[in-house]
T-cell receptor, first 112, second 114 residues
Framework: GNSVTQMEGPVTLSEEAFLTINCTYT??????LFWYVQYPGEGLQLLLKATKADDKGSNKGFEATYRKETTSFHLEKGSVQVSDSAVYFC???????????FGTGTRLTVIP | DSGVTQTPKHLITATGQRVTLRCSPRSGDLSVYWYQQSLDQGLQFLIQYYNGEERAKGNILERFSAQQFPDLHSELNLSSLELGDSALYFCASSAGGSRGYEQYFGPGTRLTVT
């Protein structure tokens, strides 16, 4: 089947620390991969995406590389800010089937 | 602001009742998706409509139904409500076809069943 496994949270970091949130996937086809972010009380926002192997998605200082050999799409940021505190979801969709399969989400708290 | 609107923002109702959640997609988007976010099940895909027709079904209960109208807005109907239906319900839209399949989410409707 199709599924996404995310690193368990919550994650607490000090401002300017390096962030990694692990994400691995299982898919029956060739998926597109996404990171979504959910700020408190809000809906999900697309953070970045990658549609094929070795693609790197990036946005707002966040990066993730689509690694087919390890079926992974880990989210990284070199220096987090308090404003990055949110829940981060890794997700996949399959070619020809547009619905998203989500991981469980990882809550990030950044303290000053 | 994603351009996707959902009403109402909050809904409190009793077990056994029926409610309707409404979603207006971004201008020009043909696809609408419904997701349920609950503490125990996480974020789950319920159903997708494309230009008025059902395109894909996920973990949607038989007590739940949806439709997409000619003006492309969508409604999710939840009936015979149970305590376990309490959740955040998100709608998302995408353009589809050559314009891409990125999904843009609305702010959600929080349903509380008492």
């Amino acid at each position: 089947g199709n599924s996404v496994t995310q690193m368990e949270g919550p994650v607490t970091l000090s401002e300017e620390a390096f962030l990694t949130i692990n994400c691995t996937y299982t898919a029956t086809g060739y998926p597109s991969l996404f990171w979504y972010v959910q700020y408190p009380g809000e809906g999900l926002q697309l953070l970045l995406k990658a549609t094929k192997a070795d693609d790197k998605g990036s946005n707002k200082g966040f990066e993730a590389t689509y690694r087919k050999e390890t079926t992974s799409f880990h989210l990284e940021k070199g220096s987090v800010q308090v404003s990055d505190s949110a829940v981060y979801f890794c997700a996949l969709s399959l070619t020809g089937a547009n619905n998203l399969f989500f991981g469980t989400g990882t809550r990030l708290t950044v303290i000053p | 602001d994603s351009g996707v609107t959902q009403t109402p923002k909050h809904l409190i109702t009793a077990t056994g009742q029926r409610v309707t959640l409404r979603c207006s997609p971004r201008s020009g988007d043909l696809s609408v998706y419904w997701y349920q976010q609950s503490l125990d099940q996480g974020l789950q895909f319920l159903i997708q409509y494309y230009n008025g027709e059902e395109r894909a079904k996920g973990n949607i209960l038989e007590r739940f139904s949806a439709q997409q109208f000619p003006d492309l807005h969508s409604e999710l109907n939840l009936s015979s409500l149970e305590l376990g239906d309490s959740a955040l319900y998100f709608c998302a839209s995408s353009a589809g076809g050559s314009r891409g399949y990125e999904q843009y989410f609305g702010p959600g409707t929080r349903l509380t069943v008492t």
